[in-house]
């Protein structure tokens, strides 16, 4: 079976503490400090397999930290040789869990400009593998060394492969690839309303700037809310999903990689489109009720499927 190849530049050394109560301008313990490989790219990798779908990933990774990471994605089952090597250490982002106001607080580092020999040889190695994958799911927004154009060889060469595209992108760099036709672009509304410079505030504003990204390209588009309700566009019509309720709201980082993952996950194993909707929802949901980002409970994942709801919608 071909690999699923997850490119997204800027993996992270993903530390995680918890907190009682996390006060500002105060000495705080943590209670519990847990560390994993994250970044979205390698969130949405690590859901892949434990969904039992081999993954491949693609990135930059240096130092003391991107050996950690490695050893990480190796403990997971990721295939992380296609990482790029660079001298630059990979970047550590922080999770601050504060369990007496229910708030989940991200610390982010930018990602180092892995300089221009790291950048030649992942353009090389990414567009080859690309090119013999099973589906590219390309995640996140571009660090500043990156352009605008940068994910578009990619999906470019992907096309001409004939393997299907799955980008959780926005802004110019999600717009400037719909011309290639990817399969499905997903986005939160937030996300939707920076890539459209406009607010969307209803359903009828959400569905109506979807096709708007279906007239620039995309073939599907995904739009989600969080717990609220998430919305399918195609050219054969919209749908409403309604996500399925939650026991408890532990950590929501990594939630829309987990949905992207159900996502290629289904669709690499043959599901239509509403059902690979369906599974992506209940990936993002069972992540919440997870410490580790991307850390799926496949039985939970099973058990929300089924309380996932869908209606066709006419706006």
């Given at each position: 079976?071909?690999?699923?190849?997850?490119?997204?530049?800027?993996?992270?050394?993903?530390?995680?503490?918890?907190?009682?109560?996390?006060?500002?301008d105060e000495v705080n313990r943590a209670r519990q400090v847990v560390e994993s490989a994250?970044g979205k790219a390698l969130n949405a990798a690590r859901a892949l397999v434990a969904l039992?779908?081999?993954?491949?990933?693609?990135?930059?990774?240096?130092?003391?930290?991107?050996?950690?990471?490695?050893?990480?994605?190796?403990?997971?089952?990721?295939?992380?040789?296609?990482?790029?090597?660079?001298?630059?250490?990979?970047?550590?982002?922080?999770?601050?869990?504060?369990?007496?106001?229910?708030?989940?607080?991200?610390?982010?580092?930018?990602?180092?400009?892995?300089?221009?020999?790291?950048?030649?040889?992942?353009?090389?190695?990414?567009?080859?593998?690309?090119?013999?994958?099973?589906?590219?799911?390309?995640?996140?927004?571009?660090?500043?060394?990156?352009?605008?154009?940068?994910?578009?060889?990619?999906?470019?060469?992907?096309?001409?492969?004939?393997?299907?595209?799955?980008?959780?992108?926005?802004?110019?760099?999600?717009?400037?690839?719909?011309?290639?036709?990817?399969?499905?672009?997903?986005?939160?509304?937030?996300?939707?309303?920076?890539?459209?410079?406009?607010?969307?505030?209803?359903?009828?504003?959400?569905?109506?700037?979807?096709?708007?990204?279906?007239?620039?390209?995309?073939?599907?588009?995904?739009?989600?809310?969080?717990?609220?309700?998430?919305?399918?566009?195609?050219?054969?019509?919209?749908?409403?999903?309604?996500?399925?309720?939650?026991?408890?709201?532990?950590?929501?980082?990594?939630?829309?990689?987990?949905?992207?993952?159900?996502?290629?996950?289904?669709?690499?194993?043959?599901?239509?489109?509403?059902?690979?909707?369906?599974?992506?929802?209940?990936?993002?949901?069972?992540?919440?009720?997870s410490l580790t980002p991307a850390d799926l409970d496949v039985k939970r994942v099973a058990?929300?499927?089924?309380?996932?709801?869908?209606?066709?919608?006419?706006?």
């Amino acid at each position: 079976m071909k690999s699923v190849l997850c490119l997204g530049l800027t993996p992270t050394l993903q530390r995680t503490l918890v907190f009682d109560r996390l006060e500002m301008d105060e000495v705080n313990r943590a209670r519990q400090v847990v560390e994993s490989a994250g970044g979205k790219a390698l969130n949405a990798a690590r859901a892949l397999v434990a969904l039992g779908t081999p993954t491949q990933v693609a990135g930059f990774n240096g130092g003391d930290t991107g050996r950690r990471v490695t050893a990480y994605l190796s403990a997971y089952g990721v295939d992380a040789r296609t990482l790029t090597t660079t001298k630059a250490p990979t970047r550590i982002c922080t999770t601050l869990i504060d369990r007496a106001g229910g708030t989940v607080t991200e610390l982010v580092e930018e990602a180092p400009a892995p300089g221009v020999a790291a950048l030649r040889r992942f353009m090389r190695d990414t567009l080859r593998r690309t090119a013999e994958a099973a589906m590219l799911v390309i995640c996140g927004t571009l660090p500043p060394y990156a352009d605008d154009t940068f994910y578009v060889p990619f999906v470019r060469a992907a096309t001409e492969a004939g393997v299907p595209v799955v980008i959780d992108s926005h802004r110019q760099a999600l717009v400037n690839v719909l011309a290639e036709r990817p399969l499905l672009a997903k986005l939160n509304v937030r996300e939707l309303e920076t890539t459209l410079g406009e607010q969307l505030a209803s359903e009828q504003q959400i569905v109506r700037g979807m096709r708007e990204m279906l007239a620039r390209g995309a073939r599907h588009v995904f739009v989600t809310q969080g717990g609220k309700a998430a919305y399918l566009v195609t050219s054969r019509g919209a749908w409403r999903f309604t996500p399925p309720e939650i026991k408890q709201r532990v950590n929501p980082i990594g939630s829309g990689d987990s949905a992207t993952a159900g996502i290629a996950h289904a669709l690499v194993t043959g599901k239509p489109m509403t059902r690979a909707v369906a599974l992506g929802l209940a990936c993002g949901s069972a992540n919440v009720e997870s410490l580790t980002p991307a850390d799926l409970d496949v039985k939970r994942v099973a058990e929300l499927v089924r309380k996932v709801a869908q209606v066709r919608i006419v706006h």
